[in-house]
T-cell receptor, first 114, second 114 residues
Framework: EPEVTQTPSHQVTQMGQEVILRCVPI?????FYWYRQILGQKVEFLVS????????KSEIFDDQFSVERPDGSNFTLKIRSTKLEDSAMYFC????????????FGPGTRLTVL | AQSVTQPDIHITVSEGASLELRCNYS??????LFWYVQSPGQGLQLLLK??????LVQGIKGFEAEFKRSQSSFNLRKPSVHWSDAAEYFC????????????FGAGTQVVVTP
């Protein structure tokens, strides 16, 4: 069964460093998303992406964040200068169509900023 | 303000007993409602979804949920739980006015005892 994969499963970085979180969405899906979950808090929407551009982003998704689909299979989230408060589990998701259709989630990348 | 509330942070249930997880939402637009489950080390898996029509929806793994517009609720139920149902359960809401963005509740951790 097709699934969304994410690498790495756990990333440790120093404050101020850049990190790139990688996701491989399901191959025939066209819509991609990033969510995050800070420990003990809700899963929060960060951004949605379609046709090589951002469709919607939350207030969390400031200039420190960017997303890219560098090739036909990967979808990346970059944090330019990490802060302690960026420590969280980051989930990638994809769907064949937006809105009311199922989003398929990856297992997440745990980011720890020291 | 739009919100999704799962009042129960943690529920313990005996194997074979029934389970009900509560979800309440507050949205101005027509909601699309989802229940996701997360097992340790896994991504979020969709259990079931409601868009319109019959307010009682059936999902995978023997789960069902009932949409009650008058109570703004979408509670998840299972008549007889199995040890493998131990996981965290998330209610999520999407709306017609927000393209692909899901808003999640805080989650309910379910522990199953022998």
């Amino acid at each position: 069964e097709p699934e969304v994969t994410q690498t790495p499963s756990h990333q440790v970085t120093q404050m101020g460093q850049e990190v790139i979180l990688r996701c491989v969405p399901i191959s025939n899906h066209l819509y991609f998303y990033w969510y995050r979950q800070i420990l003990g808090q809700k899963v929060e929407f960060l951004v949605s992406f379609y046709n090589n551009e951002i469709s919607e982003k939350s207030e969390i998704f400031d200039d420190q964040f960017s997303v890219e689909r560098p090739d036909g299979s990967n979808f990346t989230l970059k944090i330019r200068s990490t802060k302690l408060e960026d420590s969280a589990m980051y989930f990638c998701a994809s769907s064949p169509t937006p809105s009311y259709n199922e989003q398929f989630f990856g297992p997440g990348t745990r980011l720890t900023v020291l | 303000a739009q919100s999704v509330t799962q009042p129960d942070i943690h529920i313990t249930v005996s194997e074979g007993a029934s389970l009900e997880l509560r979800c309440n939402y507050s949205y101005g637009a027509t909601p699309y409602l989802f229940w996701y489950v997360q097992s340790p080390g896994q991504g979020l898996q969709l259990l079931l979804k409601y868009f319109s029509g019959d307010t009682l929806v059936q999902g995978i793994k023997g789960f069902e949920a009932e949409f009650k517009r008058s109570q703004s609720s979408f509670n998840l139920r299972k008549p007889s739980v199995h040890w493998s149902d131990a996981a965290e359960y998330f209610c999520a809401v999407g709306t017609t006015d927000s393209w692909g963005k899901l808003q999640f509740g805080a989650g309910t951790q379910v522990v199953v005892t022998p």
